[in-house]
């Protein structure tokens, strides 16, 4: 498979979401890049981890609201630069889970 070159574009999003997020959220919003590509570009360009930013208390409701519902999916595309994981586990360590309907047979 040839090699593609890496966008500026791919580079912005890169840069905001590892220092954070890490591998796992810059491979994440570059589906199309494989995890050995993404930590390659990392150590390329000498990015650091910083921590993961706390979650905001508008961020809390919106999950709060939604996960029972929708799933962590669903919920994490109403935030920004949150992942589908990280939604799952913050609504689990404030004790909501996914409300799961399963239709009669």
Do not use: C, F
Request: glycine share 6%.
């Amino acid at each position: 498979m040839p090699k593609t070159r890496w966008t500026a574009e791919e580079y912005e999003i890169l840069d905001r979401v590892y220092p954070i997020e890490s591998s796992r959220g810059g491979q994440a919003l570059l589906p199309h890049r494989t995890m050995e590509a993404v930590k390659q570009a990392v150590r390329d360009r000498n990015l650091k981890i910083i921590g993961r930013r706390p979650w905001s208390a508008e961020e809390t409701a919106i999950v709060l609201a939604n996960y029972p519902t929708l799933g962590g999916r669903a919920t994490a595309a109403l935030l920004q630069d949150r992942l589908q994981q990280d939604v799952a586990v913050h609504a689990n360590i404030h004790g909501v889970y996914r409300v799961r309907i399963r239709e009669a047979a």
